[in-house]
């Protein structure tokens, strides 16, 4: 194990994105790299104080590293997406404070989240939503820019409110992870009306409605659902994640 060096590897990247972000803006952006980084350390000293044999400890191991894995090639495949195409404004220190975040992630992962059968659907649940809020949060911070809310860090966008829950589908495991981006205003209709086309496969008439779309599909690669819902105060992405392949 390398604490310090993981330590100090959290703390630049905080820094990073403290600085290039301003206001609120950074203070999600970094909030949510430390829940991700934080929660990981957290469950990964509960597994070790009460190890299963070897053989066990293997086959849990290696599947809370895949999970870990599908959500970061996940939220890769979205900055990218959102970097080239150029949505909002990504510096090269942000981006890679995003992409550290979830190679940290993993990294301790494979270090010391050996998670027993009894705390396995707990502690994956926490790292698929750790992850995901991550991810949410940044694909929510691009969409609520380019809809209006975002007018300035300290105007007529609030928050982006994030909530996980682990969940069952069918027989599996799961999680459900809902951003809500709320606003004095409620976003354009006609943003709405876009994103919405995305979801039937219509046509996507803004470069918005495009990373919605392609969001929505490498979502449903992972075996997973997102959707948009609209609310009194803005409008919310729910998405739900199987915790096994």
Known sequence: ???????AEHER????????????VAAMVAHDINNAVTGVMSYAELAQMDL???????????????????ISNLANHLLMISHEAAYV????????????????VQRRLEKDAIA???RLDIADARVVADSARLLLTWLGLILAARSGLLQS??????????????MRRGESAA????????????????????LRRAETDGPPLCREAMLYAAARAHVARLGGTLGLRETDEGFAFEVELPLSA
Do not use: H
């Not at 860090?153 to 682990?166: D, I, K, M, T, Y």
């Open 52 to 70: 299963p044999s070897w053989s066990e400890a293997g086959t849990y191991l290696q599947k809370s590293l895949d999970q870990a894995r599908r």
């Open 1 to 7: 194990m390398e604490p310090n060096n993981d330590a």
């Open 89 to 104: 404004p990504v510096s090269e220190d942000i981006r890679g404070s995003l992409e550290a975040a979830c190679a940290l």
């Open 175 to 194: 999680v459900r992870v809902v951003v809500d981006a709320r606003a004095d205003a409620p976003p354009p209709a006609q943003f709405l009306e876009q």
């Open 116 to 118: 027993f059968e009894r």
């Open 13 to 24: 990247f905080l820094r990073w994105a403290q600085l290039t972000c301003a206001g609120e």
């Open 153 to 166: 860090p300290a105007g007529s966008f609030r928050a982006l409110q994030v909530s996980a829950e682990p």
